[in-house]
């Protein structure tokens, strides 16, 4: 069964640093991944996705992400947090039928 | 407003007592899925059903029912055979195409006191 992982559950920054989330699986064929937010007493929402071609995807709010098939990795990146990303992301990685796995998530906390 | 919508957001129950959590959607999508969320757990797949009178086990599938009748509707019954239930449910459905995203409802949390 598809694994992924998310390290450093818990970020803390303050505004304007940089961001960036770790996300690996673990199926080597092929693979659609997927980063999603869950803002505090909001519903989880997509950021962004990739299917195929450019390995960069921009998602919502300045986020990106980029595919990198030989380290079976997605992170997330943002160049400059605000206060209002203060959630908590998740990565899921789909393979071979309709089911997501789901990686544990990172609490990401921005300091004003 | 097309969207999922889950009810109550809020449940509290008694142990040994069955509780159905409600899960209806209006985006005319086959697929749907009923998620478990435990902090520092992620997302855990429970049941998911492709298409209408057709369901799957997902991952922690013990303790829990569904059923799919109708496609906007994909009921969750929590039985008194799940040792853990206390957690927050997630429904969410996609059309059946493995090209297409999974869409969330708001979640309920359920409280087994």
């Known amino acids: 069964a598809q694994s992924v992982s998310q390290h450093n559950h818990h970020v803390i920054l303050s505004e304007a640093a940089s961001l960036e989330l770790g996300c690996n699986y673990s199926?080597?064929?092929?693979?659609?991944l997927f980063w999603y937010v869950q803002y505090p007493g909001q519903h989880l929402q997509l950021l962004l996705k990739?299917?195929?071609?450019?390995?960069l995807v921009k998602g919502i709010k300045g986020f990106e992400a980029e595919f990198i098939k030989s380290k079976f990795s997605f992170n997330l990146r943002k160049p400059s947090v605000q206060w209002s990303d203060t959630a908590e992301y998740f990565c899921?990685?789909?393979?071979?039928?309709?089911?997501?796995?789901f990686g544990k998530g990172n609490q990401v906390v921005v300091i004003p | 407003d097309g969207g999922i919508t889950q009810s109550p957001k809020y449940l509290f129950r008694k142990e040994g007592q069955n509780v159905t959590l409600s899960c209806e959607q209006n985006?005319?999508?086959?697929?749907m899925y009923w998620y478990r969320q435990d902090p520092g757990q992620g997302l855990r797949l429970i049941y998911y059903?492709?298409?209408?009178?057709?369901?799957q086990k997902g991952d922690i599938a013990e303790g829990y029912s569904v059923s799919r009748e109708k496609k906007e509707s994909f009921p969750l019954t929590v039985t008194s055979a799940q040792k853990n239930p206390t957690a927050f449910y997630l429904c969410?459905?996609?059309?059946?195409?493995?090209?297409?995203?999974?869409?969330f409802g708001p979640g309920t949390r359920l409280t087994v006191l």
């Open positions: 969410a459905s996609s059309q059946a195409s493995s090209y297409n995203e999974q869409f």
């Open positions: 199926y080597g064929g092929t693979v659609n």
């Open positions: 990739y299917f195929s071609g450019d390995p």
């Open positions: 899921a990685v789909r393979s071979g039928n309709n089911r997501l796995a």
């Open positions: 985006l005319n999508h086959d697929a």
């Open positions: 059903s492709q298409i209408v009178n057709d369901f």
